[in-house]
């Protein structure tokens, strides 16, 4: 038997603030997180990129030094959703972290102030379980960028099909470091500005952080948003870099579509990472799906790169979007600058709104595509 | 309780120095050496021409090496293989070679060659791109070989699929000083079901 799953909660950490609601409110004025940063201990020159502010939210969590940084951000995101929504912690509740590096910041860095031990995943995963003393161990997945959409996908799969879970949380984060920030620089792929997704212009990236999270249940509440159809495919095409033709992520939206059936798609909330390639791929798999025409925007604009979290952070703002009835701008975009054309939302625009699909690619080819809609 | 009736046509296991499929030895070499060493003894002695294996971290070749010994056995892979893989260390290897080049004293400089493979679901990029399997992927990290969790989530997955049920699945800790893999095909034809306890039975059977 297949069961029908719902996303009746949601949370959202990120730099521009604590708060899914607060964060959707932070869009609609317009405010953006990304800004040049000089610290030597992340890379020796200036970059741009959009770091959560230490301290002003360690104090709300226990025994906050025995957990690395990283590992608070998930606690306070969980302990919200929890609490928001009296989750029980028993054998019922499935919870799935998603994160592409974990704590790796620990990693050779002498500065490191936990053992390199906790820099493995299964290690934070572990810290964290014990914070809520969750029966179920927490479940990590570390698939790229695609790790935060992936997740919630999982938990659906498991709901949907499985016997042993009624309902799921799923969190996902990451943190910037000087591991990350010097491979992708190694790569080239950080704009030397605020990036511009799907824009002419566009440069390159800007890596953020953000911890993000859904509540799933097989039962509806007011207000629910149902996960209506996911579709993955891997490019078998090149492992760092995306598909010229955008099979795989063309496969995925057919896929999602399909399962999804006939649903109007309102707007896209796209992975546009501002990458050259990224966005290019993106457009000519919208067009292959007939999507061109569908309102779309990119959350990077504003967030950047929050890698492990983005699928979840840049779904929680889109389900907001529904809620609220409203088209965020895809920040950044002046000039289409993709082949194939996209219809970029350039101004914030209230419409009733149903249904919206969520993409994204990562680095070993996999790209994922899944619909929304109200319930 | 749904019944399944999905069944493994074919498995591959690496542990140490040695590498056995179908339960029977491909490889075996001396436990001292090197994990690179050993991998491209095997590399050879699948008598391939595939130079892009060389480019590979040691993570990648070990299921590399594996995915190709299995299609050996149970056919060629359908293009909607899924792949649901877990280890402990995720891309340890290229993590802690990655880590050392950017915090080392004299000319610290990252590799874009290094830090691509620091994350472990590039070797089911690596694998998809040599089997053209145009699937669904999910690496997962957990602290021990877990049928308890993978069975369940393959049966959901295989469920999932319209029709010919294919996925290639397993246990792959690789890192320089242990080697513990266990990859297996799941169809729907093979004398063995896909079960908690025959997949625990083998982790166990094949680590004596």
Not at chain 1, 14 to 23: A, T
Not at chain 1, 127 to 145: D, H, K, L, V, W
Request: hydrophobic share 40%.
């Amino acid at each position: 038997m297949k069961h029908d799953v719902y996303i009746i909660g949601d949370e959202a950490i990120s730099p521009l603030g604590i708060g899914s609601e607060l964060n959707f409110q932070r869009l609609r004025n317009n405010d953006r997180a990304i800004v040049p940063i000089m610290d030597t201990h992340l890379c020796d020159h200036t970059i741009y990129a959009a770091r959560i502010d230490e301290g002003y939210w360690s104090h709300l969590i226990n025994d906050a030094p025995h957990y690395t940084r990283l590992e608070r951000l998930f606690i306070l995101a969980l302990q919200r959703l929890i609490n928001r929504h009296d989750i029980p912690v028993d054998g019922e509740t499935l919870v799935i972290l998603s994160t592409t590096k974990g704590n790796v910041s620990l990693l050779g860095d002498p500065r490191a102030a936990f053992p390199e031990q906790r820099a493995r995943i299964p290690a934070m995963a572990a810290a964290i379980g014990r914070y809520f003393g969750f029966e179920n161990q927490p479940i990590p997945i570390s698939n790229a960028c695609i790790s935060g959409s992936l997740a919630i996908s999982v938990a659906r799969r498991l709901l949907r099909y499985g016997g042993k879970y009624k309902r799921a949380v799923v969190v996902g984060g990451d943190e910037l470091s000087k591991f990350i920030v010097s491979g992708f620089d190694a790569f080239q792929a950080l704009a030397d500005g605020p990036c511009r997704p799907f824009d002419r212009d566009r440069k390159g990236l800007n890596l953020g952080e953000a911890v993000a999270g859904v509540y799933l249940s097989t039962v509806p509440v007011a207000g629910a948003v149902k996960i209506s159809g996911v579709g993955s495919s891997n490019d078998a095409n090149h492992i760092s870099g995306p598909s010229r033709t955008g099979e795989g992520l063309y496969l995925s939206i057919r896929e999602a579509m399909d399962e999804a059936g006939d649903v109007a798609l309102d707007f896209i909330s796209a992975h546009g990472t501002a990458t050259v390639y990224n966005d290019e791929m993106e457009a000519i798999a919208f067009q292959r799906c007939g999507l061109s025409a569908v309102p779309a925007h990119s959350l990077k604009g504003y967030f950047g790169h929050t890698l492990g979290a983005s699928g979840l952070l840049e779904t929680v703002m889109a389900i907001h979007s529904l809620k609220n009835s409203e088209l965020v701008p895809s920040a950044g975009f002046a000039h289409q600058g993709t082949s194939q054309p996209v219809n970029i939302i350039t101004q914030p625009t209230q419409r009733p709104l149903n249904a919206f699909l969520k993409t994204a690619s990562g680095f070993g080819g996999c790209n994922i595509a899944t619909i929304f809609q109200n319930v | 309780m749904e019944l399944h009736n999905y069944r493994i046509t074919a498995f591959c296991t690496i542990r140490g120095r040695s590498i056995r499929v179908n339960g029977k030895e491909f490889l075996g070499a001396d436990p001292s050496t090197p994990l690179g060493d050993f991998l491209k003894l095997a590399y050879r002695k699948l008598a391939i021409d595939y130079p892009k294996f060389h480019k590979m971290d040691g993570l990648c070749k070990a299921i590399f090496i594996a995915t190709e010994l299995i299609a050996r056995e149970s056919g060629r892979y359908k293009h909607h293989t899924a792949l649901i893989f877990a280890n402990r260390s995720s891309s340890y290897i290229s993590d802690a070679r990655h880590a050392h080049d950017i915090f080392r004293a004299d000319n610290p400089v990252a590799s874009p060659a290094t830090f691509v493979y620091t994350l472990p679901n590039i070797a089911m990029g690596e694998i998809s791109i040599r089997h053209q399997l145009q699937s669904e992927n999910v690496f997962f990290i957990f602290d021990r070989y877990l049928p308890e969790f993978l069975v369940p989530y393959a049966n959901a997955t295989l469920d999932n699929q319209q029709a010919d049920a294919s996925a290639l699945c397993g246990w792959t800790e690789i890192t320089e000083g242990q080697c513990d893999l266990l990859l297996y095909h799941i169809g729907t034809s093979g004398s063995q079901t896909h079960s908690i306890e025959y997949l625990k039975r083998l982790y166990n059977e094949e680590d004596e």
